[in-house]
């Protein structure tokens, strides 16, 4: 994600959030949001193959969202802002919020359902 600055900021945005969209770049960005990690050891955690892995990674690095530095024959990764971590931190407030509100419309369905029953019997 390079910023260009005759690109209007909404862009830049979607841009942003388009680099956060696979499953496998969140959950890189979660590990990393609690340590620095070498690729060996996000390997087990994100469940994908080393390349796949390494692709991802990639990705992350050229939208300047994680850094990697060389040590002995593997590479550790970390965050270039604690601001990651926070966003991903509202992002999963927000979705408790959601998938509660969710939960309580699922139970509110019945009770619905028994009073348009009623209603129209």
Not at 6 to 11: C, F, G, N, S
Not at 26 to 41: F, G, K, M, N, T
Not at 51 to 60: E, H, T, V, Y
Not at 86 to 97: K, Q, S, W
């Amino acid at each position: 994600m390079v910023a260009s600055s005759r690109q209007p900021l909404y862009q830049m945005k979607a841009d942003f959030f388009k680099t956060l969209g696979h499953p496998a770049r969140i959950r890189v960005l979660e590990l990393l949001s609690e340590r620095d990690h070498a690729v060996s050891e996000m390997l087990p955690e994100v469940g994908i193959e080393p390349a796949n892995l390494s692709q991802q990674l990639s990705i992350l690095r050229r939208a300047g969202l994680v850094t990697g530095k060389r040590e002995g024959l593997s590479v550790s990764y970390a965050l270039t802002s604690p601001h990651i971590a926070d966003l991903l931190a509202i992002a999963r407030e927000i979705l408790t919020g959601v998938v509660a509100g969710q939960a309580e419309l699922l139970e509110d369905l019945p009770q619905s359902a028994a009073l348009v029953g009623e209603s129209t019997g």
